[in-house]
């Protein structure tokens, strides 16, 4: 059995028995920084007068929510990052290595029993390795930079205990946005989530990072998955979800909380398609869509974006022809990274469209544009949604994944 | 940075609310500084309430404030707009932490009885808030928040500690 979150906090502090509440100073391995945080965290060290780091072999800046920057404002903020980067020596990965998350799970930033943050809410991401993997603030971030350390306040466990066996094209994501809209987020607020059940002992690495990846969309401090029944949480609130027979689950504007089976958002008309982001933009997520669109071409008015999540991922989908289905049906692939996603990289919606999109979040403006309506499903209804121009039934997206 | 907070004035905000309804992406994106985030507190889900804040304003809300994001510039925007802190029933666990390290309360507190626009007093160490119709106990912050809060941040703390040195 490996060791529990608790047993890893009592590791990096020196706490033999930590208990939920308590709050205790931990030592880290592993800190980044994206590009959108990375030249805030440059004016703060110049501002406190910090002049060196704890270990710069330790520590990444990340460009990938601004690759192909938009306007100039933003270029020089990446310019800004590039600079604190080579100031203190940092490792530096740059636009078109991938989004950090994705690269740092390929770079086995993620050791299992390591403390890693990032300047990043989906820095849980890394729960799926086995890793103490959490998101925070930059001036938490700063602070580590400079100490080695942070703080928290040990988290209460919940566990969700998944039973029964979906059709194949349900994804963890469809599982987790049915929990999300079953509880809310009060059940999971500021706790570590352990997702247990054979179903997910049996996942594999890039489904468990898909999982893990959603754990802050449920309002989790962090995550792991129970990879034997022997890591099952004990005496923590249970919350069970059966997944025999589910149908794929796509979540309304204007929050993932807002999510419903398939047939329930089946005619919605889309107008834009993007395919991406550290939710599903792994090689999987490419190949289903590739798999969908090849042959076809998407729907007269429909705009389809994909984002391969990382530099490998890219190449790996150029290798296997992936890439050439997609642009031979229409499809708008653009440089790894994290693509549409928070508006700071084309393409930004048009007002009044509605968006169906692989993101882990809907909320409003996400996209960059307040007046888009932008829904969430897995890249196999995306990739159907762009070849029929509405969101597809189950019987449409089961011919599209089958018959040819 | 005092431990109560006199001549607040209520802001009643309604609904769960993310760091993406507070300060969208993009102007984290384009700015460092806070002056020009302020410009755009919830510029997509309410526009125009940027204007109408002022210095001692408090948000109430009630659902959970702060989901998603980790920017802390959500934070350092609303203190920029004059926010003096924020109230709510829970709080996303990272927007927590970012207001109290940016030296912004922010305090869990079960719905009070409070009106749009009406005067409070809020006192950090009994945990108590004073409105019109009276007092409200609240969740008592942790020790360790309120001395981030009197050393003026978190950063100011760890320089003042010496630790980076």
């Keep these: ?404 | 940075m005092p431990n109560s907070f006199d001549e607040l004035r209520v802001r009643r905000i309604q609904g769960i609310v993310s760091t993406d309804d507070i300060l969208p992406a993009r102007i984290k994106h384009q700015h460092v500084d806070p002056k020009e985030f302020a410009k755009h507190v919830f510029s997509a889900h309410t526009p125009g309430f940027a204007g109408t804040l002022r210095s001692g304003d408090i948000l109430v809300a009630d659902s959970i404030f702060g989901i998603g994001s980790s920017r802390e510039q959500a934070v350092t925007a609303l203190l920029a707009a004059g926010v003096a802190a924020v109230l709510a029933p829970a709080f996303g666990t990272i927007f927590f932490r970012n207001a109290w390290n940016s030296a912004m309360p922010a305090i869990e507190i079960d719905l009070p009885d409070l009106r749009e626009g009406e005067t409070v007093r809020i006192d950090l160490v009994h945990a108590r808030l004073t409105g019109a119709r009276g007092a409200t106990a609240f969740r008592a912050p942790p020790p360790l928040l309120l001395n981030v809060l009197k050393a003026g941040g978190l950063l100011a703390s760890i320089s003042a500690s010496g630790a980076a040195e």
């Design chain 1, 1 to 404: 059995m490996s060791d529990t979150i608790l047993d890893i906090i009592a590791r990096k502090s020196g706490v033999s028995r930590p208990s939920a509440g308590d709050i205790v100073e931990i030592g880290v391995d592993r800190i980044y920084i994206q590009d959108g945080n990375a030249p805030t965290a440059a004016r703060l060290f110049a501002e406190h007068g910090f002049d060196r780091v704890f270990d710069p072999s330790r520590i990444g800046i990340f460009i990938d929510h601004s690759v192909l920057a938009p306007d100039l404002l933003m270029r020089n903020r990446v310019k800004e990052a590039e600079k604190f980067a080579r100031q203190f020596g940092l490792q530096f990965f740059k636009g078109g290595t991938g989004i950090s998350h994705l690269v740092a799970l390929e770079e086995g930033w993620f050791g299992e029993g390591d403390v890693v943050i990032g300047a990043d809410s989906h820095t849980c991401t890394g729960g799926a390795t086995g890793a103490l993997a959490f998101g925070l603030g930059v001036s938490d971030i700063v602070a580590a930079m400079v100490t080695g350390r942070t703080w928290l306040r040990v988290p209460e466990i919940v566990e969700v205990f998944v039973t029964g066996h979906p059709v194949d094209y349900i994804r963890p994501r469809d599982v987790a946005f049915r929990v999300l809209a079953a509880h809310g987020q009060t059940p999971f607020l500021g706790r570590a989530l352990v997702w247990s059940g054979e179903w997910i002992e049996r996942l594999d690495a890039e489904d468990a990072a898909g999982l893990a990846n959603l754990a802050v969309e449920l309002g989790a401090f962090c995550c792991r998955l129970a990879r034997t029944e022997g890591d099952r949480a004990r005496n923590t609130p249970r919350i069970t979800i059966d997944i025999g027979g589910i149908e794929p689950t796509v979540s309304r504007p204007p929050s993932p909380d807002q999510s419903i089976s398939l047939s329930d958002a089946a005619g919605v008309p889309i107008h834009e398609v993007f395919i991406g982001s550290c939710a599903s933009s792994r090689f999987r997520d490419v190949a289903v869509a590739a798999s969908i669109l090849a042959g076809r071409q998407i729907a007269s008015g429909v705009q389809c974006v994909l984002t391969p999540g990382t530099g490998r991922v890219y190449a790996r989908a150029m290798r296997e022809g992936c890439i050439e289905a997609l642009v031979s049906a229409g499809v708008l692939v653009t440089p790894a990274g994290c693509g549409s996603c928070v508006g700071t990289q084309g393409s930004v919606p048009a007002s009044g469209s509605t968006v169906l999109t692989t993101m882990n979040r809907n909320f409003k403006g996400r996209m960059g544009n307040p007046d888009a309506d932008i829904w969430l499903a897995s890249p196999a209804v995306a990739a159907a949604a762009a070849v029929i121009g509405r969101i597809p039934t189950v019987a449409e997206l089961v011919s599209l994944l089958h018959a040819k």
